[in-house]
């Protein structure tokens, strides 16, 4: 029999949600018949770029497993300044804290690219958490990791200054997405200073004066739209 095109598109998609979903730590260990019945459940929404998927402040009932994309986590200051918490790409998940304590969202969720998501609301996430007991030990190992993460950045807040915030910034994101060379390590896709400054919680004006700094002493080589975190850089951490 050959399938219209409609079925197969949608075979397609699903097939492809199956797939982030594996990669996602959330569903880490499943059996593949408990993610066939999690894809089933499972609700896309999209965004477009530059939107809110979650506001703070608002109820929330949903967690959000990303598909496709780049989303941050960011709160505002009440001067309009912005702080980025955390940025997340395909499998990551977000929504947990209001979904699972029924406060409201603590955090905006904004897309960098276009989003695709998929989204559980409390109603089927709570029975399928009784079922697959494997997601709650896993979803704890994540927000280990966050609180981890959370606290990593209060001592660094406290206790380092902006060169050694930004060095601690620039290597995570290295870790995440860095290509080894002969140099050291390569950022291929720096974010501008006004994303820096949000994510280490200073201002553009000291993060390019700092920067520029660093670049002058050969601790860091501007290649593109990229950057070099050099071999003396990296050497200064392990010391
Ligand atoms: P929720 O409070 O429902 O909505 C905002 C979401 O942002 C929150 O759930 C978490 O999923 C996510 N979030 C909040 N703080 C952090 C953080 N420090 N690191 C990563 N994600 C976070």
């Known amino acids: 029999m050959i399938a219209s095109p409609t079925v197969d598109?949608?075979?397609?998609r699903a097939e492809s949600f199956r797939i982030q979903l594996i990669r996602s730590p959330l569903f880490r260990g499943l059996p593949p018949a408990a993610l066939e019945e999690i894809v089933k459940m499972a609700q896309p929404r999209t965004r477009a770029?530059?939107?809110?998927?979650?506001?703070?402040?608002e109820g929330g009932d949903?967690?959000?497993v990303i598909a496709a994309g780049r989303a941050k986590v960011v709160l505002f200051g009440e001067s309009g300044r912005e702080v980025t918490l955390s940025t997340l790409s395909a499998g990551d998940f977000v929504g947990e804290m209001a979904m699972l304590s029924s406060v409201p969202r603590s955090a905006n969720v904004i897309a960098l690219e276009p989003l695709t998501v998929l989204a559980f609301g409390r109603e089927l996430f709570e029975p399928m958490l009784r079922r697959h007991p494997q997601i709650a030990i896993n979803l704890l190992q994540v927000m280990?990791?966050?609180?981890?993460?959370?606290d990593e950045t209060i001592a660094s807040l406290a206790l380092q200054d902006v060169e050694a915030r930004l060095t601690r910034t620039?290597?995570?994101l290295a870790?995440?997405?860095?290509?080894?060379?002969?140099?050291?390590?390569?950022?291929?896709?720096?974010?501008?200073?006004?994303?820096?400054?949000?994510?280490?919680?200073?201002?553009?004006e000291t993060?390019?004066?700092?920067?520029s700094s660093m670049v002058r002493r050969g601790l860091?080589?501007?290649?593109?739209?990229?950057?070099?975190?050099?071999?003396?850089?990296?050497?200064?951490?392990?010391?």
Do not use: H, K, W
């Open 175 to 204: 870790e995440e997405g860095g290509e080894r060379t002969d140099s050291g390590v390569y950022l291929p896709r720096r974010p501008t200073q006004q994303e820096l400054a949000n994510m280490v919680g200073s201002c553009r």
């Open 62 to 64: 949903a967690l959000f």
């Open 144 to 150: 280990v990791e966050r609180l981890r993460r959370a």
């Open 220 to 239: 860091l080589v501007q290649r593109g739209r990229g950057v070099v975190l050099t071999r003396e850089l990296l050497a200064r951490r392990a010391a």
């Open 9 to 12: 598109m949608n075979a397609s």
């Open 49 to 57: 770029m530059g939107t809110l998927l979650v506001s703070q402040g």
């Open 207 to 211: 993060i390019s004066r700092t920067f």
């Open 170 to 172: 620039l290597e995570r």
